[in-house]
């Protein structure tokens, strides 16, 4: 079946670096790609996230990359903060998207921000 | 608003026993979802609804059944409960019907013994 490969498992810097996590999918129909931060014991939360056409998206300090042709994708989060100390998910929808297209899941990042 | 509202927050269950889990949302959405999140795993669609009146199953719907009860509403029933459905189940909404979650509720821990 489809699948979504997620690296690094875990992800430490120290605050002010820049935390880079990559993911790549099987799927070549899939054309959105969406990221969601966790922290310990709360919901995900949509982050950021960016569709095929796209090859590149930024808000504030985070950014997704897009490489279609090598079916991978990645955030970037310069300048980190202890705040940014999360489990981050990467996702891939899977058969176009559309109605019948649902998201795989990454098994996810744990970055932490040394102070 | 309160988001996507869900209940119980916690609940412990014997093997067999059944339950529903509710999950509500304010923001006039269409669709929704039930996700359930295992240690070292994503999350993983159960099922979901794209609007009122239509559900279908997503990646691991073995064991489960939903009702989308109207377009606030979408619960998660477990008729007969197994260990291996110890896991913190996630209701989701989003305004289209795309598989893309926008919004979660903040969970609900179930354990079954």
């Known amino acids: 079946g489809e699948n979504v490969e997620q690296h690094p498992s875990t992800l430490s810097v120290q605050e002010g670096d820049s935390a880079v996590i990559k993911c790549t999918y099987s799927d070549s129909a899939s054309n959105y790609f969406p990221w969601y931060k966790q922290e310990l014991g709360k919901r995900p939360q949509l982050i950021i996230d960016i569709r095929s056409n796209v090859g590149e998206k930024k808000d504030q300090r985070i950014a997704v990359t897009l490489n279609k042709t090598a079916k991978h994708f990645s955030l970037h989060i310069t300048e980190t903060q202890p705040e940014d100390s999360a489990v981050y998910f990467c996702?891939?929808?899977?058969?176009?998207?559309?109605?019948?297209?649902?998201?795989?899941f990454g098994k996810g990042t744990k970055l932490s921000v040394k102070p | 608003n309160a988001g996507v509202t869900q209940t119980p927050k916690f609940q412990v269950l014997k093997t067999g026993q059944s339950m529903t889990l509710q999950c509500a949302q304010d923001m006039n959405h269409n669709s929704m979802y039930w996700y359930r999140q295992d240690p070292g795993m994503g999350l993983r669609l159960i099922y979901y609804?794209?609007?009122?009146?239509?559900?279908d199953k997503g990646e691991v719907p073995n064991g489960y059944n939903v009702s989308r009860l109207n377009k606030r509403e979408f619960s998660l029933r477990l008729e007969s409960a197994a260990p291996s459905q110890t896991s913190v189940y996630f209701c989701a909404s989003s305004e289209s019907g795309g598989g893309q979650p926008q919004h979660f509720g903040d969970g609900t821990r179930l354990s079954i013994l």
């Open positions: 609804s794209a609007s009122e009146g239509t559900t």
């Open positions: 996702a891939a929808s899977i058969r176009g998207g559309g109605s019948q297209g649902n998201l795989i």
